[in-house]
């Protein structure tokens, strides 16, 4: 599938930029999502023109959906990993390049609308001057898709989450655990992990890169109850080697993950907003 293509980028970005034309790429990593999986892909499908989505040891039906999406999505590359740091070396091909990359999990769905607005900021060379982008997050305790409505708690005052990195602010960006994490990227003159922009200041109703965290609702068929999950880069579930195992160890010594995500992702009033526009018809 060509890539579809934007205006070019100012010889600011240095001597490997040039004239290329931005480019959006996703990239998705999950782990037993098959309640939302589709979906999350879907909302963002129309502003990536290249996506890359790693499954991670599921044992529920998300590899088999993903399957049949890549037959359906041209842009669509699916991959089975055992290591999570897998997922980020696909990305270090763009470090230096005129490429936005979208993070996205499997329990966060995007208003597709809203990217829409915000790819063609991007491809106008909008935000060039930041490595991060952040938007409004609601982390959703209740998901109504008959009334179309979301309950939960908006970040801010929650924890912001970072979803858009723009590479061409670093000339490399080796050693992640996971992808868009840490790493050891070498940043431009006049970028770092600091050099963020919050889409947030905007308000909800026209942050373009608002996103439905469902953090607090059942996403695998195999869970039996609606429960937050430990991030795979903090519980040593992605790494099998013995630094591996000392995560795990130390993971069943602390608070449960409902402690420490409720500490982060329900903060401030419970909200109600409108979410039509993030449940698009799935097949």
């Not at 769905?109 to 060039?128: K, T, V």
């Not at 195992?245 to 907003?273: F, I, N, Q």
Request: one cysteine or more; a neutral charge.
């Amino acid at each position: 599938m060509p890539l579809r293509t934007g205006t070019s980028l100012t010889p600011r970005y240095g001597s490997r930029v040039s004239n290329e034309p931005v480019r959006i790429v996703g990239s998705v990593l999950v782990h037993n999502e098959d309640v939302f999986v589709e979906r999350a892909i879907r909302n963002v499908a129309d502003v990536c023109d290249r996506i890359y989505a790693f499954d991670h040891r599921s044992a529920d039906r998300t590899w088999d959906i993903l399957s049949t999406l890549a037959g359906e999505l041209d842009q669509l590359e699916v991959r089975r990993i055992t290591r999570a740091s897998e997922s980020h070396r696909p990305l270090e091909r763009y470090a230096g390049t005129p490429t936005w990359v979208l993070g996205v999990d499997g329990d966060e769905l995007f208003d597709p609308s809203a990217l829409a607005r915000l790819r063609n900021e991007l491809l106008a060379g909008g935000h060039a001057d930041v490595f991060r982008l952040k938007g409004h997050v609601l982390n959703c305790e209740a998901l109504d898709e008959q009334s179309s409505t979301a309950e939960g708690y908006m970040a801010p005052p929650s924890r912001p989450v970072t979803k858009l990195f723009n590479l061409a602010a670093v000339d490399s960006w080796p050693g992640a655990s996971e992808r868009l994490h840490d790493g050891r990227p070498e940043f431009r003159s006049g970028y770092g992990w600091e050099s963020l922009r919050y889409l947030y200041d905007r308000g909800w109703d026209d942050d373009p890169l608002r996103c439905l965290h469902v953090c607090f609702l059942r996403r695998s068929s195999l869970d039996d109850t609606a429960r937050p999950r430990v991030n795979l880069n903090e519980s040593g579930n992605y790494d099998r080697s013995a630094r591996g195992a000392v995560k795990r160890l130390l993971r069943t010594r602390r608070s449960p993950a409902v402690d420490w995500k409720r500490s982060w992702y329900a903060r401030g009033e419970r909200m109600t907003v409108d979410a039509a526009s993030f449940l698009q018809e799935v097949a």
